[in-house]
């Protein structure tokens, strides 16, 4: 059974970084392409970035991209988001989640905050 723990997110300040993690226990997803979503108060979840099992090939949402780098670590079951520049749109619950394209394929997680302050 996949468990996706997020993690990493907090208070900041524009301008500020976060860097973002989400573990995966359970079983490895060396294969799998990983993706991260959003969702902001009152809205609905939105793709933010993803990448390939490799790691060769990544893709943003256009709101992000610039600003974000998705990475992983294969060995550790674990991907990353690192956020740099952030801005109080960014502020949403932030989770991590298998994909094909930018759609989602497994259950979610619990998110990790994220609240950026203007």
């Known amino acids: 059974q996949v468990q996706l723990v997020e993690s990493g997110g907090g208070l900041v300040q524009a301008g500020g970084s976060l860097k973002l993690s989400c573990a995966n226990s359970?079983?490895?997803?060396?294969?799998?392409?990983m993706g991260w979503f959003r969702q902001a108060p009152g809205k609905e979840r939105e793709f933010v970035a993803a990448i390939s099992w490799t790691g060769s090939i990544t893709r943003y949402a256009d709101s992000v991209k610039g600003r974000f780098t998705i990475s992983r670590d294969n060995a550790k079951n674990t991907v990353y988001l690192q956020m740099n520049s952030l801005k109080p749109d960014d502020t949403a619950v932030y989770y991590c989640?298998?994909?094909?394209?930018?759609?989602?394929?497994?259950?979610w997680g619990r998110g990790t905050l994220v609240t950026v302050s203007s």
């Open positions: 989640n298998k994909v094909r394209g930018a759609d989602a394929l497994d259950a």
């Open positions: 359970g079983r490895t997803f060396s294969n799998d392409a």
